[in-house]
């Protein structure tokens, strides 16, 4: 009488199931090709694989994994706080001036501070002419 083999987490290659060889996903010319050879047009084709690659990518990625989806999920949680932090940075570089507004600020502050003296003279002498005046 025989004995059962030992039980181990790693299988031997006699107690392993054969693996089923994985089909080759046909290319998106393969798929128009045969498309058009059942007689639908060229565009009519295109649309026709655009729809199923569609369809095939809504299964997996709908699919459960389990940790492929955990995956999935981080994925998408960091490309959202990414995206939260670029919609944040395109926000506080369109409040800055650009180059325009920045050489009018320039070009209007410079007229301020060339005509600020001249103004300043003219209330010391209206100051000095109104105090001269009332003594």
Do not use: C
């Amino acid at each position: 009488m025989e004995k059962p083999p030992i039980p181990s987490a790693i299988p031997s290659s006699s107690q392993s199931t054969p693996q089923k060889p994985k089909r080759k996903l046909p290319t998106p010319k393969e798929l128009v090709a045969r498309y058009e050879s059942q007689g639908m047009e060229s565009q009519e084709a295109a649309l026709k694989v655009i729809d199923d690659l569609q369809n095939a990518l809504f299964i997996v990625v709908s699919s459960g994994r389990g940790k492929k989806d955990r995956f999935m999920v981080d994925a998408s949680r960091k490309l959202d706080s990414v995206n939260s932090r670029l919609a944040i940075l395109e926000m506080k570089l369109d409040s800055k001036p650009g180059f325009p507004q920045t050489l009018t600020l320039g070009v209007v502050s410079a007229g301020i501070a060339s005509a600020l003296p001249h103004v300043f003279g003219a209330f010391s002498q209206i100051w000095n002419s109104v105090w001269s005046a009332s003594k």
